[in-house]
């Protein structure tokens, strides 16, 4: 099957390991560098060697955890640190 999407109720989903996130929580988080709000993840870059954040269209952080200090789903918070990327 071609140009279709499948979706899958969250229940259903694969399970996680500890650190990994599914990528529709990602998008609409709001990132912060300390206590400065970059913007919100608008969509996740499948780069192949890893993931990045874009940022309202116009910043991307990789989601390294040289980069990434914390991602507080429930929050819709991720915390970056600028000077990693």
């Not at 608008?42 to 269209?57: A, I």
């Not at 929050?75 to 640190?81: G, H, R, S, T, Y």
């Amino acid at each position: 099957m071609t140009n279709k999407f499948l979706t899958v109720d969250r229940k259903d989903a694969a399970p996680l390991d500890d650190g990994e996130f599914y990528t529709f929580d990602i998008i609409g988080c709001e990132v912060f560098d300390g206590d400065k709000k970059l913007g919100t993840v608008t969509n996740v870059l499948k780069t192949g060697s890893n993931d990045v954040f874009e940022v309202d269209g116009n910043i991307l952080i990789p989601a390294l955890k040289s980069a990434v200090q914390s991602i507080d789903i429930a929050a819709k918070k991720i915390l970056v640190n600028s000077n990693a990327y």
